[in-house]
T-cell receptor, first 111, second 113 residues
Framework: QKEVEQDPGPLSVPEGAIVSLNCTYS??????FMWYRQYSRKGPELLMY????GNKEDGRFTAQVDKSSKYISLFIRDSQPSDSATYLC???????????FGTGTSLTVIP | NAGVTQTPKFQVLKTGQSMTLQCAQD?????MSWYRQDPGMGLRLIHY???????DQGEVPNGYNVSRSTTEDFPLRLLSAAPSQTSVYFC????????????FGQGTRLTVV
C-alpha cells in the first residue's frame, strides 16, 4: 500500500462547478499537507498548504485536513477553464525532508 | 529568479547509451531530489541529497546514479539506458526542516528507443 493514495480521475466538470479533490494517507506522522498544481508539460507548483488539522482558504480554493480519518481535501469554487490541470497532494513529517506525493488527479473544466 | 533549471528539455536515447540530466538551483537549498513521472504512477523518487557530498536512494534507484559535489548542482546519470526509463524526469529542491514547498524544474522528457 502506498503511503498516499489519490484517485487519478480524470475529472471533467462544467465551468462554475464546485470541485472536490481528495487524498488518503497511512502515515500518522505526516504534519504538513500540500496541494500542487501541474499544467501540461510543466513542473508542479505549490498551490497551498496546511499544517496539522483544520481548514485553510485562499480565494476560490479551500484545503481541509482531517487527521483522525487520515483524509485531506481540496475544494475549488466557481471553477474556471484555467483551473484545468493535474492536482497532486503531498505530505511530509515534522522532521523528514522527503515529500510524499499522490499520483495526481487530472481535472478539466469545460467552458 | 531562475529557481530550478533542468537541461535538456527533451532527449532521445538508444538502448544502452548513457547520459547525464543536469539540474541546478540558485536558492541555496540543501535538499535536492530527482523524480520520474509516468502515467498512473505519479511522482516516484529516484535519488535525493540532503547536502553536498551526501546522497541516498529513493523508491526507484536502479539504473540511475547521482552525485552532489556542490550545493547548486545535482546531476542524474543514466548508466545504460533502457526503454523502461522512458519517462519525464523532474528535479526538485527545498529547504530542510519545515519547508512546505518543493521547487520543481520544468522537466526532461526522455525517450529510450
Amino acid at each position: 500500500q502506498k503511503e498516499v493514495e489519490q484517485d487519478p480521475g480524470p475529472l471533467s466538470v462544467p465551468e462554475g462547478a464546485i470541485v472536490s479533490l481528495n487524498c488518503t494517507y497511512s502515515n500518522s506522522a505526516f504534519q504538513y499537507f500540500m496541494w500542487y498544481r501541474q499544467y501540461s508539460r510543466k513542473g508542479p507548483e505549490l498551490l497551498m498548504y496546511t499544517y496539522s488539522s483544520g481548514n485553510k482558504e485562499d480565494g476560490r480554493f479551500t484545503a481541509q485536513v482531517d487527521k483522525s480519518s487520515k483524509y485531506i481535501s481540496l475544494f475549488i469554487r466557481d471553477s474556471q477553464p484555467s483551473d484545468s490541470a493535474t492536482y497532486l497532494c503531498a505530505m511530509r513529517t515534522n522532521t523528514g525532508n522527503q515529500f510524499y506525493f499522490g499520483t495526481g488527479t487530472s481535472l478539466t473544466v469545460i467552458p | 529568479n531562475a529557481g530550478v533549471t533542468q537541461t535538456p528539455k527533451f532527449q532521445v536515447l538508444k538502448t544502452g547509451q548513457s547520459m547525464t540530466l543536469q539540474c541546478a538551483q540558485d536558492m541555496n537549498h540543501e535538499y535536492m531530489s530527482w523524480y520520474r513521472q509516468d502515467p498512473g504512477m505519479g511522482l516516484r523518487l529516484i535519488h535525493y541529497s540532503v547536502g553536498a557530498g551526501i546522497t541516498d536512494q529513493g523508491e526507484v534507484p536502479n539504473g540511475y546514479n547521482v552525485s552532489r559535489s556542490t550545493t547548486e548542482d545535482f546531476p542524474l546519470r543514466l548508466l545504460s539506458a533502457a526503454p523502461s526509463q522512458t519517462s519525464v524526469y523532474f528535479c526538485a529542491s527545498s529547504s530542510p526542516g519545515t519547508a512546505t514547498e518543493a521547487f520543481f524544474g520544468q522537466g526532461t522528457r526522455l525517450t529510450v528507443v
